[in-house]
């Protein structure tokens, strides 16, 4: 199981901190990532995480603002979600991924965290 947590009501150019604990498994030696799903829109990759934390993967949206990271000892990812944009709103999800590799697609993720949801206001 992937519990994530941190979601909430912010202003334009605050930040919130994600996080995702993993329950039940360990996801060591998983790539992990977060995804969003803003209303009316797919869900898509926000960013991603190898399982050594060496290599990750940001979408240009988020590039300079968001920053994940991981810790193996406590079967925990986070997301720091600075500058936040209203267009940032979303219900945010972390992912376990099949690959050990900081990947990016839906058809990769082995497991799905609940959702969280992030609102940014103007």
């Known amino acids: 199981q992937l519990q994530a947590s941190g979601g909430g009501l912010v202003q334009a150019g605050g930040s919130l901190r994600l996080s995702c604990a993993a329950s039940g498994r360990t996801v060591s030696n998983n790539g992990m990532g977060w995804f969003r799903q803003a209303p009316g829109k797919e869900r898509e990759i926000v960013t991603s995480i190898n399982w050594r934390g060496g290599d990750t993967y940001y979408a240009d949206s988020v590039k300079g603002r968001f920053t994940i990271s991981r810790d193996n000892v406590k079967n925990t990812i986070y997301l720091q979600m600075n500058s936040l944009k209203p267009e940032d709103t979303a219900v945010y999800y972390c992912?376990?991924?099949?690959?050990?590799?900081?990947?990016?697609?839906?058809?990769?993720?082995?497991?799905w965290g609940q959702g969280t949801l992030v609102t940014v206001s103007s």
């Open positions: 992912a376990q991924f099949r690959s050990p590799l900081a990947a990016t697609a839906r058809e990769g993720v082995r497991y």
